[in-house]
């Protein structure tokens, strides 16, 4: 019989309240450059509660705080952005349609593909494939 793999444990994150004592211990000592990054690492934590974090103990000011804040949530932004971008080019009925077929269910033992043909769908049915109405007539194959 095989051995079990042991799983990791996931490390127990702090509360606030836990933070907070060992962040009074820990930032009196601390000698980087990047405070609001290695308070991230070592408490595992985002960087807006980071940030915010340090503000209530001290450490950074109003102003510094207002920055991250803003670079993050432009961060945030802008992976949506890119996001939405990628599934909208991506898509979604490609490989499952041709010029005779706007959705091709399957193929028969023969190799015939077999589904729902241009010609039977209405407007509504186009506008779901993604057509629009204006530009059904130019695109359509038939």
């Known amino acids: 019989?095989?051995?079990?793999?042991?799983?990791?444990?996931?490390p127990i994150i702090p509360t606030k309240e836990v933070r907070f004592q060992q962040a009074k211990k820990w930032l009196p000592t601390y000698k980087g450059n990047r405070l609001?990054?290695?308070?991230?690492?070592?408490f595992r934590v985002g960087v807006t509660c980071a940030a915010r974090e340090l503000h209530e103990l001290g450490y950074i000011d109003t102003q510094q705080m207002e920055q991250v804040l803003k670079s993050e949530e432009g961060r945030v932004a802008k992976m949506r952005?890119?996001?939405?971008?990628?599934?909208?080019?991506?898509?979604?009925?490609?490989?499952?349609?041709?010029?005779?077929?706007?959705y091709?269910?399957?193929?028969?033992?023969g190799g015939a593909p077999y589904g729902?043909?241009?010609?039977?769908?209405?407007?509504?049915?186009?506008?779901?494939?993604?057509?629009?109405?204006?530009?059904?007539?130019?695109?359509?194959p038939f």
């Open 104 to 109: 091709i269910a399957g193929y028969t033992s």
């Open 36 to 42: 609001i990054r290695d308070y991230r690492k070592k």
């Open 1 to 10: 019989m095989a051995k079990k793999k042991k799983k990791k444990k996931q």
């Open 116 to 140: 729902l043909r241009w010609d039977e769908l209405d407007d509504e049915d186009l506008e779901s494939f993604g057509y629009e109405k204006e530009a059904i007539d130019d695109d359509l």
């Open 81 to 102: 952005q890119r996001r939405a971008k990628k599934a909208q080019e991506e898509d979604p009925l490609f490989g499952y349609q041709d010029d005779n077929f706007a």
